[in-house]
T-cell receptor, first 111, second 108 residues
């Protein structure tokens, strides 16, 4: 069974503060993704990576940075958190079969 | 417009009845995934499809790449089937595109 973990599971941040969300996978997958989900909406892609030390912009990258220091780890960084970034964030990994596996999500509240 | 359109957006079913959910694609989808987001928020993999059909218990899914749609059939709906069903299309471009989901409520 594929395993993707995220930390923290929930976080409260202040406007203008820095937030780092972490994702770890033990699937030996090359691709990793960060999505955000807003209430009542589907998932929107923020950043993705298909190899360590390289990241790519997704559909809504503004206000977010990503880091892939190793195959197993993928971080999402909010340098200056804003109210509009309150959402649930999901990490996912994908291997050569193209099937995506998701982590449990991180609920971020920016006050 | 939406590249992956799900219908209906919401659905209430009596326990024990059947239903079908649909995704229409305006992109050249090569594979499709179906997920269930349960009331706790977890995303559960249901199906991963190349063109064709798959069945798992009371669930059956089909993907027709030529007609650009996929369906998810739920037979004998149970209370634990409640949640939001998402389809996601892959276009061989490293990323998948999600629909906005179908909110399913199974009534006792």
């Amino acid at each position: 069974e594929a395993a993707v973990t995220q930390s923290p599971r929930s976080k409260v941040a202040v406007t203008g503060g820095k937030v780092t969300l972490s994702c770890h996978q033990t699937n030996n997958h090359d691709y990793m993704y960060w999505y955000r989900q807003d209430t009542g909406h589907g998932l929107r892609l923020i950043h993705y990576s298909y190899v360590a030390d390289s990241t790519e912009k997704g559909d809504i990258p503004d206000g977010y940075k990503a880091s892939r220091p190793s195959q197993e780890n993928f971080s999402l960084i909010l340098e200056l958190a804003s109210l509009s970034q309150t959402a649930v964030y999901f990490c996912a990994s994908r291997g050569s079969s193209y099937e995506q596996y998701f982590g449990p999500g991180t609920r971020l509240t920016v006050l | 417009g939406d590249k992956v359109k799900q219908s209906p957006s919401a659905l209430s079913l009596q326990e024990g009845t059947n239903s079908a959910l649909r995704c229409n694609f305006s992109i050249a989808a090569t594979t499709v995934q179906w997920f269930l987001q349960n009331p706790r928020g977890s995303l559960i993999n249901l199906f991963y499809l190349v063109p064709g059909t798959k069945e798992n218990g009371r669930l059956k899914s089909a993907f027709d790449s030529k007609e650009s749609y996929s369906t998810l059939h739920i037979r004998d709906a149970q209370l634990e089937d409640s949640g939001t069903y998402f389809c996601a299309a892959d276009t061989n471009a490293y990323k998948v595109i999600f629909g906005k989901g179908t909110h399913l409520h199974v009534l006792p």
